[in-house]
C-alpha cells in the first residue's frame, strides 16, 4: 500500500532528478523553446520538498494536492500550471484515503493527465509530456518499472514528432528531430516512483 510517506519520497525523488538532469532539460528546451525547462523544474520541485517537509500532509492524496499547488504558485512557465493540474488532480482523484494502491494511482493519474490534456488542449502525437505520461498511466497497472520504461520509450518517440502545442509548435517542421523536453521530465517524474517503492 502506498501511504503519505511513499508520495512525500516520490516528490524528494523527482526533486533529485531534475537537478540531476537540469542541464539535459535545459539544453533539450534550448532547441526548441526559450532554455528554461530545467531552472523552472528545479525550482518548483525544491519549492515542493521544503514545503512538504514543513507541513507534511496525512493522506496520498493532500500530498499530492499541496504539491500540485506549489507548482502552480512557484514555476512561471507552462509546465508549472501543466503539473501543477496534474499532481493537484491526481491528489484530489485519491481522496482522503490513509493508504491507496498502485492500481489506485493509475486511476487517479489518469484523471491527472486527463486534466493536463483539458489545460493544454494537447493529444497523443502532439509532441509534449502528454507523449510520455499517457503511456505511462496504462502501464501502470502493470508495475512501477513498467510505467517508467513506457514513458522513457514514450519521451524518446517525441524526436520525429512535429509540435503542435507551446513554444516549440512555433517552429513548425523545426521542431522535428529534437526530444521533447516535457516529456523528458515527465518521465523523470514516472521513474522517481520506482525510487519512492524501492
Ligand atoms: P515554457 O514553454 O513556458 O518555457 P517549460 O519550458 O517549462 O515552459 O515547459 C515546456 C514543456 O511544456 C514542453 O516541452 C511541453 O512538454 C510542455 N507543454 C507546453 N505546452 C503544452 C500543452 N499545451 N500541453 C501539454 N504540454 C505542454
Ligand atoms: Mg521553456
Ligand atoms: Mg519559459
Redesign the pocket.
Known amino acids: 500500500m502506498l501511504d503519505a510517506a511513499f508520495m512525500c519520497r516520490w516528490m524528494t525523488a523527482t526533486a533529485a532528478a531534475v537537478d540531476r538532469e537540469a542541464a539535459r532539460l535545459t539544453d533539450l ?1 534550448s532547441a526548441i ?2 532554455a ?2 530545467g531552472a ?2 528545479q525550482r518548483g520541485f525544491s519549492a515542493v520538498t521544503t514545503l512538504l517537509d514543513k507541513e507534511a500532509p496525512a493522506t496520498p492524496g493532500a500530498v499530492l494536492a499541496l504539491a500540485g499547488r506549489q507548482l502552480i504558485s512557484t ?1 512561471g ?3 508549472g500550471p ?1 503539473y501543477g493540474t496534474l499532481l493537484r488532480r491526481t491528489g484530489k482523484s485519491l481522496g482522503d484515503a490513509g493508504e491507496v494502491t498502485r492500481e489506485q494511482l493509475a486511476e487517479a493519474l489518469g484523471a491527472g493527465v486527463a486534466a ?1 490534456a483539458q489545460l ?3 493529444a497523443a502525437g502532439d509532441k ?3 507523449d510520455a505520461l499517457l503511456p505511462a498511466v496504462e502501464a501502470l497497472g502493470e508495475s512501477f518499472a513498467a510505467a517508467a520504461e513506457a514513458a522513457d520509450a514514450g519521451a524518446l518517440a517525441t524526436v520525429p514528432l512535429r509540435a503542435r ?4 509548435s512555433y517552429l513548425g517542421e523545426r521542431s522535428v528531430g529534437h526530444q ?4 523528458t521530465s515527465s518521465a523523470l517524474l514516472i521513474g522517481a516512483l520506482v525510487e519512492a517503492a524501492a
Open positions: 528546451d523553446g526559450d528554461d525547462h523552472n523544474l514555476v512557465g507552462a509546465s501543466l493536463v493544454g488542449g494537447a509534449t509530456m502528454l502545442k507551446g513554444r516549440a521533447d523536453p516535457g516529456a
